[in-house]
T-cell receptor, first 112, second 112 residues
Framework: KQEVTQIPAALSVPEGENLVLNCSFT??????LQWFRQDPGKGLTSLLL?????REQTSGRLNASLDKSSGRSTLYIAASQPGDSATYLC???????????FGAGTRLFVKA | ETGVTQSPTHLIKTRGQQVTLRCSSQ?????VSWYQQALGQGPQFIFQ???????GRGNFPPRFSGLQFPNYSSELNVNALELDDSALYLC???????????FGNGTRLTVT
């Protein structure tokens, strides 16, 4: 049974700091891994999607990496800003893409 | 390009009642998935529809059912509501395969 774990559960950093959010999954037979952002009471916004054959994806200040052999993905946020404050969720698509398993998320607060 | 829209945004029901939630997929997307998100947790996969057929289901009882229509919009029906059904219900669409999920803002269901 695929399980997705995110560490830390919450994080508070000063503005401008670079930070790393961690995601681990128990079954390496994933189709892809996706990172999302969720603002309070809102839906999820897709940030980055990494295919199983890829090692990393970048978008602006965000970089996500994937290591299937160790069952880990990281989301790197450079030069954090108060507007980055949100919950960040990772999700693993099981092979075949019929089921997506989410972690519980990391709540990030960036202090001005 | 219109995004994923869900209705209603909020709903209050009494235990034992039935509820229908609606979702309009993003234009061009033929796959829709439904998720239940309890407070402070990651979304839990309920089921997925592809071209009007259910093609994946999570660990939810049969009183959770759905439909996808020819225009790819979708409904989630929940019968015999229980207090634990109180959650944010999220709909996500994609054009299948390795494309990212696009989420709506969800329906907040409260069961009293």
């Amino acid at each position: 049974k695929q399980e997705v774990t995110q560490i830390p559960a919450a994080l508070s950093v000063p503005e401008g700091e670079n930070l790393v959010l961690n995601c681990s999954f128990t079954d390496s037979a994933i189709y892809n891994l996706q990172w999302f952002r969720q603002d309070p009471g809102k839906g999820l916004t897709s940030l980055l999607l990494i295919q199983s054959s890829q090692r990393e994806q970048t978008s602006g200040r965000l970089n996500a990496s994937l290591d299937k052999s160790s069952g880990r993905s990281t989301l790197y946020i450079a030069a954090s800003q108060p507007g980055d404050s949100a919950t960040y969720l990772c999700a693993a698509d099981l092979t075949g893409g019929f089921k997506t398993i989410f972690g519980a998320g990391t709540r990030l607060f960036v202090k001005a | 390009e219109t995004g994923v829209t869900q209705s209603p945004t909020h709903l209050i029901k009494t235990r034992g009642q039935q509820v229908t939630l609606r979702c309009s997929s993003q234009s061009g997307h033929n796959t829709v998935s439904w998720y239940q998100q309890a407070l402070g947790q990651g979304p839990q996969f309920i089921f997925q529809y592809y071209r009007e057929e259910e093609n994946g289901r999570g660990n939810f009882p049969p009183r959770f059912s759905g439909l996808q229509f020819p225009n790819y919009s979708s409904e989630l029906n929940v019968n015999a509501l229980e207090l634990d059904d109180s959650a944010l219900y999220l709909c996500a669409s994609s054009d299948g395969g390795d494309s990212p999920l696009h989420f709506g803002n969800g329906t907040r269901l409260t069961v009293t």
